[in-house]
């Protein structure tokens, strides 16, 4: 089964796959083949899709019992590669009167636009909510957060010794959820921006608290590769 992260969040399942992926898809793959869950992110597929990528994985993973490979953190492209041409030609062989173009994506019904005066409706009780929560907040525990701003918390992470034979997916620091690359051979955390709503499953993450004053403020995602 071959699915796609779009740009709202939802997952499509993908009927007739492209032949070649673009920078921008974010996709998962459960192989019949080799029986793993394959979450393949293009470069430019933008932050909001890798994190829906990593949560309906393990969704998927769930419902297989496939583990997962992250395509390009575990160096597994050409592993990847074998198994999804093995499942275009699949696709092919059992519907050979279907061309094989890029059909799915003009299968995913339309969104509606809103109206203007929807959308500034909207925006006026989120921001009224968000006032009240960061009041809120702030009122329940001004001094943790104060003391302590997500790049400090982030910096005494970052200095903590790694866990050895594993590695670090994502970090979660007061209500943000960042996502670890490499880049030029350092960690860069990015910090998710328009989190879709839902449970998310981690059932093959090893947690790692960081404790403040009685309080976990910062927490962070092992997984074994």
Avoid: C
């Avoid at 594993?166 to 490499?182: L, P």
């Amino acid at each position: 089964m071959l699915f796609e992260v779009m740009s709202d969040g939802d997952l499509v399942e993908l009927k007739n796959p492209p032949d070649r992926l673009s920078d921008d898809m974010a996709i998962i793959f459960v192989s019949p083949f080799s029986k793993r869950t394959f979450i393949w992110v293009g470069p430019r597929a933008g932050m909001a899709k890798k994190f829906v990528a990593a949560r309906e994985g393990g969704s998927k993973r769930m419902e297989s019992g496939y583990p997962i490979i992250h395509v390009q953190n575990d160096n597994a492209e050409d592993l990847f590669q074998i198994d999804y041409k093995k499942w275009l030609e699949q696709v092919r062989g059992s519907s050979s009167s279907e061309s094989i173009s890029a059909k799915s994506k003009a299968e995913v019904p339309k969104r509606s636009v809103p109206k203007k005066e929807d959308i500034s409706e909207a925006g006026s009780i989120a921001k009224h909510q968000d006032q009240s929560a960061i009041k809120s907040t702030k009122e329940e525990h001004p001094s943790i957060i104060d003391e302590l701003s997500t790049e400090e918390v982030l910096e005494k992470l970052n200095g903590l010794t790694p866990v050895e034979g594993m590695v670090r997916d994502y970090v979660i620091i007061h209500n943000k959820v960042g996502i670890v690359q490499e880049t030029d051979g350092k960690q860069v955390v990015e910090f998710v921006q328009g989190l879709p709503e839902g449970a998310f499953f981690s059932p093959h993450y090893v947690p790692r608290l960081f404790i403040y004053k009685d309080r976990v403020i910062g927490m962070e995602l092992w997984r074994t590769p």
